[in-house]
């Protein structure tokens, strides 16, 4: 009984940032973590990036360039990208569980083109 609305994607250059968000119908104070994954055409869905009560993690293919983050006056836990690659382009989720039960977003499209 949760719901997750992503929201941020677009088109950008290679180089360029892009700011995700994911808003919550609960509090984000509540959940124990979220996750971002995303899912290119073709391809297996992956975790980017996951923020928990102990920190955050990010797969090899983004760390350093992808930062996690609670945004509490918002509700919202938000994904910066910068120094976005083509290979980056996917469509990305937000992820959290409760009460035993996993939920999902809508997902928001980013592409990544010259």
């Known amino acids: 009984q949760v719901q997750l609305v992503e929201s941020g994607g677009g088109l950008v250059q290679p180089g360029g940032s892009l700011r995700l968000s994911c808003a919550a119908s609960?509090?984000?104070?509540?959940?124990?973590?979220l996750d971002w994954y995303r899912q290119a055409p073709g391809k297996q869905r992956e975790m980017v990036a996951s923020?928990?009560?102990?920190?955050?993690h990010y797969a090899d293919s983004v760390k350093g360039r992808f930062t996690i983050s609670r945004d509490e006056a918002k509700n919202a836990v938000n994904l910066q990208m910068n120094s976005l690659k083509p290979e980056d382009t996917a469509v990305y989720y937000c992820n959290t569980a409760a009460n035993g039960r996993y939920f999902w977003g809508q997902g928001t499209q980013v592409t990544v083109s010259s």
């Open positions: 609960i509090s984000i104070l509540t959940i124990d973590f």
């Open positions: 923020i928990t009560r102990s920190g955050t």
